[in-house]
């Protein structure tokens, strides 16, 4: 039988992170995000305290490697580290959908995944004030300071996605299900997304 996932493409605050490792738990698979960043550093030289700084963002400015590590491999000293990140999660996203079910939450995993099959590709919403709140609560921090952070993470994400997919991050008609996270509580998204799942 051929392997199954769901990849998951999130506004920041709408919970994404959080549905994923719930529906992981149930269908008792793994939900890799921040952990492919882990992964990605067991492959390569670069620190995986470098490689978390540019997560999900693209490197500014023309400052490559080179500038910052005469150690590191060669293979890599002439490159961005934000590419060599990218490059590196990509293939650790192909092999671990070739091999095991799993869910894969950001990382432009649905577009490394396309042509893919047995997969499905999902987006997840909410309204500002909502996201607002959320990153008030989980963050511990004012609403004025939870805006800001949600513009920033939401602007990274967003440039990310789009240079390296050539597609918008936040066009519903790149994913297979967009669902606004404030509509429906936890469970029942999770209840939504078992059903895709079990009918891959």
């Excluded at 305290?49 to 150690?71: I, S």
């Amino acid at each position: 039988m051929s392997t199954r996932f769901i990849t998951i493409g999130r506004q920041f605050g709408s919970n994404g992170r959080l549905i994923g490792h719930e529906l992981a738990g149930r269908l008792g698979i793994n939900c890799y995000d921040k952990s492919l960043i882990k992964l990605a550093a067991e492959h390569t030289d670069i620190p995986y305290e470098d490689l978390k700084l540019v997560d999900e963002r693209k490197e500014t400015g023309w400052k490559y490697l080179v500038d910052e590590n005469e150690q590191l491999a060669k293979q890599y000293r002439y490159e961005h580290i934000d590419e060599v990140l990218f490059q590196l999660q990509s293939k650790i996203i192909k092999d671990l959908a070739s091999k095991e079910d799993c869910i894969f939450v950001g990382r432009c995993a649905d577009y490394v995944l396309k042509d893919v099959p047995h997969g499905k590709h999902i987006f997840l919403y909410a309204p500002d004030e909502v996201r607002i709140q959320t990153a008030v609560e989980r963050y511990q921090v004012d609403a004025k300071k939870a805006a800001s952070l949600m513009k920033k993470v939401d602007k990274d994400r967003s440039y990310y996605y789009n240079y390296y997919t050539d597609q918008d991050w936040d066009d519903w008609n790149s994913y297979d299900m967009a669902i606004d996270t404030n509509a429906f509580a936890v469970d029942e998204i999770v209840d939504i997304l078992e059903t895709v799942y079990r009918k891959l």
